[in-house]
């Protein structure tokens, strides 16, 4: 193994509500992926700090009319939360709760021999909010809740808690705060069983912190307190909510997120000790997340594939999009294709929408911070009027830089939303037009470039003019909003305002990471 150093958090992108483990020599991280297919993220990493994704647990998950786009609001802010990871004789196991399918009492359950899959999926009876899965020898549990903590003794299957099992609340949040202890991580270390969980304070600090309650039964009396409090100095977001893994030397770390801003919720990498005495936790340097931290590899000289990647869509037939690659809730599939113009990604309008949020068929990638360019070249020549095509900013507060037609001509214009404010899911309304240009041909080149550096959380447009990139309309005030809960994507999308049967081919996209 060698020694490795790298800036926290470790990865600047949104990968929120994150568990992780170790499988011999590999670290495995999933994290929430709501209304996002495929869904169910794992990242795969041998060191810590460098991560590429794995795999997803699924393509669709119950192919609903929410989860479709065509319910007129989504799944945005819903779908895949929080799930729990776990590799217990030879299985790899996640368990999740959908918040779209909240009244039908179910959670997930996917179970592989593999990382890669095949993945079985199951259901099983009760919800399970920010759940986390232990195995007492063959006999598994869940610990869940919002507040009050609950552990569950699960039939062998883990179909629906077991008869006559272990069914009690076991951790009561009576602090003074504005968020109960959720986002549950339970283990059993040297004899003793841990359970991490975080809540938001009213006092002191007014931030997410980490909390651990420890005992020395599965079911007993649970004590603890907080255990670490800090914002490594950033807008006072505290760090706080995921799990904890240790490495093959026997060091620990836990891997928690922080919000940051509109880029989303990022990972950071916490350094874990244990008091001699107690045995209770350390989390951090001196109660402090170190701006800087060192790891060691399993696999010196590994080389990772990135998360973001630019993309000429120049595919073989048959091959998959690259992972980095998600869909803005179900495709649909007889609306898009790589091969139809090979070299091009081609997407075509279905049924007319209002506004981008509820175009169908809307591919996109993580932005990635400090600042990043996120620029796609299409073909509009087959665009039909009121169709729009091009590159968006996409969050609930959206920024979208599109090429519309309308009287017979193309023009580039940009859209935001029509309020500041957020509201709850389902946007009926057309974007604002903020700018408009006329397009003379039929081929465009436009990027949005994204600055999230200390919370500036800012959108500039531009489009390409004789080999020059020239901006276009207001600079956006990027807003990270609870109804879609999730950090700016950059996504590509073509859709229908009158009526149906117009296409684009985008013929690159191109995303640059400026540090």
Known sequence: MNNLMKNNPVVWADIPDVDIIRADDTYYMISTTMHLMPGGV???????????????LYEILEDSAGERLEDGRGIYGAGMWAATLRWHNGKF??????????????????????????????KIKGFYH??????EGDRPFIVSGN??????????????????????????????????????????????????MIHWLRYGSKRRVEACFFSDTIDGEYRGSNILD???????????????????????YAMLFQDHGAVGRIPVLVPVTWDAKTGFPIFGVNGKVPHWIETKSTRPGYVYEPIVISDDFNYAPGERL???????????????????????????TGRPVPNVTLARNSLGQRTMGPVCEGSVKLDVSHLSEGDYAGLCAMQSHYGFLAVTRRNRENYIVMLTRSEQRYGSRGDNRPGIEQAC?????????????CDFRDNIDLAECFYRKNGEWVKIGPALQMLYTPDHFMGYRYELCCFATKKAGGYADFDSYEIRVLE
């Not at 041998?46 to 794995?54: G, M, N, Q, T, V």
């Not at 399918?101 to 990382?115: A, G, Y």
């Open 322 to 348: 690259h992972p980095a690659w998600q869909w803005n809730h179900i495709p649909d599939n007889r609306l898009w294709s790589l091969t139809e113009r090979p070299g091009f990604l081609r997407l075509r």
């Open 42 to 56: 794992i990242f795969r990493s041998y060191d810590l700090i460098h991560w590429e994704i794995a795999t997803y």
């Open 130 to 135: 920010d759940c986390s899965l232990y195995f």
């Open 437 to 449: 240009v006329k397009l003379d041909g039929t081929t465009a080149e436009l990027m949005i470039r």
């Open 93 to 122: 196991y996640v368990i999740f709760v959908a918040n779209d399918t909240r009244d039908q009492d179910i959670s997930f359950l996917f179970v592989s021999d593999r990382i890669e899959g095949p993945w079985e999926k199951r």
């Open 230 to 252: 800090d914002d490594m100095g950033y807008h006072n977001a505290g760090v706080a909510q995921g799990g904890i893994v240790d490495t093959p030397d026997g060091d620990w």
């Open 147 to 196: 507040g009050n903590l609950r552990l569950v003794e699960m039939k062998p299957d883990l179909s629906e808690p077991l008869p006559g099992g272990i069914d009690k609340i076991i951790i009561r949040d009576t602090d003074f705060v504005s968020l109960r202890f959720e986002g549950s991580h339970m283990y059993k270390i040297n004899g003793r069983y841990y359970i991490f």
